[in-house]
């Protein structure tokens, strides 16, 4: 039986489900009365009933689930199991926020005390504020504030960036395959750059050698030298996209009945036309007429090197995303981690001098002065901008951010001095978010729109209501907050108030405010 504070989660609207249950059934209906019946000729309407089960029994889902929350636990009925949770068992309850082309999803996920976690069906939203889905989530946390003893004091919201999505094994897995490809291409090198130097060798055959070159069915088969056949084009086929197969056909099938080539040779050659074929090892090389000559493109030792070294570098954005996320293993799930463009950055540069290099030099990486020289100099870039994204990256605590030497307070001789921060929550002196910037030094702290000079619309911060409260990294709730600042939660009145900034902006913004120094910090 239910109590008056039990929490229900249900599909709203249940007229379209039911409907397709009822079209998915019909469906199924149809197609076992055509099958079973005897000596009736194979229709289409077999197909489609078999094709309604499935969009049946997906409604049938979502007719059937249901989450609820009552003062004994969490309960999750579907279609197929029934799964309940006491609030005991329960963590916390997580907010998973992710961007997407047609909105912002929001879902709820269970963390256990264990340490597992378990996605709620229900329920879920399509947009970043939605009334009903919001009203939702505060009565299953109020639920479990009053009957179990959740691990945080706010709303954990995971996002793309946060500590707690997903996990380290896809990128990582990712990573294996990229490497897997560039070892692929990486063998195949040596065996290319031998073909191309055959190929580029290659003298015509001599008379009676070209004549002996005869496949079984009476086709020539050029050797290692290049045997030039005559032969009439009958017909062409030019394909419709660029990307489409084009063929030039022989006639009599000599020498051989059809070629490859390319879309603008298929468009330049005419039925008729005499040409002269060059075959190699068995393959048409050539195909000269008197309009056109089409020549075949070959593999090259370098590009084989090139894609073996993009797949290498394509392989350490995954592995740039694995040490982030290791190095943040010990961060609340819902802690920003640091971007991960100073490795991106460091990848762009290292292709600039590594992709020319193996496109120059694909056989003689180690063995060409100049090809050693090349790799050891980009080498030591592509190492220094390493250590400078490693440094960059690093997950700097409220602890370790440091404070600068030169933080003063208002009214220093420094003059005016613009900081870049931002109120995240609609206030008197920041309304609707308007402020980029804090003005600190000659006069009053005040919030600006612009980076200065000038204190043009600037609104007076009122430092006698401010109490801080704490300092914290970035969490995935904290929007529009790059995820290298830190975040002082302040009390203004009684109302919690957020301000964002870099680090050691940040302290210096509370130090000239005269909230608190040193700055208390905390990361829970």
Same mark, same amino acid.
């Given at each position: 039986?239910?109590?008056?504070?039990?929490?229900?989660?249900?599909?709203?609207?249940?007229?379209?489900?039911?409907?397709?249950?009822?079209?998915?059934?019909?469906?199924?209906?149809?197609?076992?009365?055509?099958?079973?019946?005897?000596?009736?000729?194979?229709?289409?309407?077999?197909?489609?009933?078999?094709?309604?089960?499935?969009?049946?029994?997906?409604?049938?889902?979502?007719?059937?689930?249901?989450?609820?929350?009552?003062?004994?636990?969490?309960?999750?009925?579907?279609?197929?199991?029934?799964?309940?949770?006491?609030?005991?068992?329960?963590?916390?309850?997580?907010?998973?926020?992710?961007?997407?082309?047609?909105?912002?999803?929001?879902?709820?996920?269970?963390?256990?005390?264990?340490?597992?976690?378990?996605?709620?069906?229900?329920?879920?939203?399509?947009?970043?504020?939605?009334?009903?889905?919001?009203?939702?989530?505060?009565?299953?946390? /109020?639920?479990?504030?009053?009957?179990?003893?959740?691990?945080?004091?706010?709303?954990?919201?995971?996002?793309?960036?946060?500590?707690?999505? $997903?996990?380290?094994?896809?990128?990582?897995?990712?990573?294996?395959?990229?490497?897997?490809?560039?070892?692929?291409?990486?063998?195949?090198?040596?065996?290319?750059?031998?073909?191309?130097?055959?190929?580029?060798?290659?003298?015509?055959?001599?008379?009676?050698?070209?004549?002996?070159?005869?496949?079984?069915? $009476?086709?020539?088969?050029?050797?290692?030298?290049?045997?030039?056949?005559?032969?009439?084009?009958?017909?062409?086929?030019?394909?419709?996209?660029?990307?489409?197969?084009?063929?030039?056909?022989?006639?009599?099938?000599?020498?051989?009945?059809?070629?490859?080539?390319?879309?603008?040779?298929?468009?330049?050659?005419?039925?008729?036309?005499?040409?002269?074929?060059?075959?190699?090892?068995?393959?048409?090389?050539?195909? /000269?007429?008197?309009?056109?000559?089409?020549?075949?493109?070959?593999?090259?030792?370098?590009?084989?090197?090139?894609?073996?070294?993009?797949?290498?570098?394509?392989?350490?954005?995954?592995?740039?995303?694995?040490?982030?996320?290791?190095? $943040?293993?010990?961060?609340?799930?819902?802690?920003?981690?640091?971007? /991960?463009?100073?490795?991106?950055?460091?990848?762009?540069?290292?292709?600039?001098? @590594?992709?020319?290099?193996?496109?120059?030099?694909?056989?003689?990486?180690?063995?060409?002065?100049?090809?050693?020289?090349?790799?050891?100099?980009?080498?030591?870039?592509?190492?220094?901008?390493?250590?400078?994204?490693?440094?960059?990256?690093?997950?700097?605590?409220?602890?370790?951010?440091?404070?600068?030497?030169?933080?003063?307070?208002?009214?220093?001789?420094?003059?005016?001095?613009?900081? /870049?921060?931002?109120? @995240?929550?609609?206030?008197?002196?920041?309304?609707?978010?308007?402020?980029?910037?804090?003005? @600190?030094?000659?006069?009053?702290?005040?919030?600006?729109?612009?980076?200065?000079?000038?204190?043009?619309?600037?609104?007076?911060?009122?430092?006698?209501?401010?109490?801080?409260?704490?300092?914290?990294?970035?969490?995935?709730?904290?929007?529009?907050?790059?995820?290298?600042?830190?975040?002082?939660?302040?009390?203004?009145?009684?109302?919690?108030?957020?301000?964002?900034?870099?680090?050691?902006?940040?302290?210096?913004?509370?130090?000239?405010?005269?909230?608190?120094?040193?700055?208390?910090?905390?990361?829970?």
């Amino acid at each position: 039986m239910s109590g008056a504070e039990d929490v229900i989660c249900r599909l709203p609207g249940k007229r379209l489900p039911w409907f397709l249950v009822g079209l998915g059934a019909v469906g199924a209906g149809v197609a076992v009365a055509r099958l079973a019946r005897p000596g009736s000729p194979l229709d289409v309407w077999p197909v489609v009933g078999l094709a309604l089960v499935p969009v049946g029994l997906m409604a049938l889902h979502w007719v059937t689930v249901c989450v609820r929350g009552d003062a004994y636990g969490l309960h999750c009925r579907t279609l197929l199991r029934r799964r309940s949770v006491p609030w005991s068992d329960v963590a916390d309850l997580r907010v998973h926020r992710y961007e997407t082309r047609r909105g912002t999803l929001r879902y709820v996920s269970v963390l256990l005390r264990d340490g597992r976690r378990r996605r709620l069906p229900l329920p879920r939203s399509g947009s970043s504020s939605d009334a009903d889905f919001d009203a939702k989530l505060d009565a299953l946390r /109020a639920l479990l504030h009053r009957h179990g003893a959740p691990e945080s004091d706010h709303l954990p919201v995971i996002t793309r960036d946060s500590a707690g999505h $997903g996990s380290r094994v896809r990128p990582l897995a990712l990573c294996v395959l990229l490497l897997v490809g560039a070892g692929a291409f990486a063998w195949s090198v040596p065996g290319v750059a031998a073909e191309e130097r055959a190929w580029r060798s290659a003298v015509p055959c001599a008379a009676e050698a070209s004549a002996a070159k005869r496949g079984e069915d $009476g086709r020539e088969l050029g050797g290692d030298c290049l045997s030039t056949l005559p032969a009439v084009i009958e017909r062409t086929d030019a394909g419709r996209a660029p990307r489409e197969k084009s063929w030039l056909y022989f006639a009599g099938g000599r020498p051989l009945e059809r070629v490859d080539v390319s879309r603008e040779a298929a468009l330049e050659f005419r039925p008729g036309d005499r040409v002269e074929v060059t075959v190699w090892r068995g393959d048409v090389w050539k195909v /000269a007429g008197e309009r056109h000559v089409w020549r075949a493109s070959p593999a090259s030792a370098g590009g084989q090197a090139v894609a073996a070294a993009v797949l290498a570098l394509s392989a350490g954005y995954p592995t740039a995303l694995t040490l982030l996320r290791l190095r $943040g293993r010990r961060l609340p799930d819902d802690e920003v981690l640091p971007s /991960a463009l100073p490795f991106v950055g460091v990848l762009v540069v290292t292709a600039l001098w @590594l992709l020319p290099l193996c496109g120059l030099y694909p056989t003689s990486l180690f063995t060409s002065s100049t090809a050693v020289v090349w790799g050891a100099v980009g080498s030591s870039v592509t190492v220094v901008l390493t250590v400078l994204a490693w440094r960059a990256t690093r997950i700097r605590t409220p602890e370790g951010a440091g404070t600068p030497e030169d933080a003063g307070a208002p009214g220093t001789k420094e003059g005016e001095v613009f900081l /870049a921060a931002r109120f @995240l929550e609609h206030t008197d002196y920041n309304p609707h978010g308007f402020g980029t910037h804090i003005v @600190l030094g000659d006069g009053e702290p005040a919030v600006v729109p612009h980076s200065g000079p000038g204190r043009f619309a600037a609104r007076r911060i009122p430092v006698e209501r401010l109490t801080l409260t704490k300092v914290r990294r970035v969490r995935g709730g904290d929007d529009i907050v790059p995820n290298d600042w830190h975040v002082a939660e302040l009390d203004d009145g009684g109302r919690p108030v957020r301000l964002a900034a870099a680090p050691d902006d940040l302290i210096r913004i509370i130090r000239g405010l005269g909230l608190a120094a040193p700055v208390e910090s905390s990361r829970t």
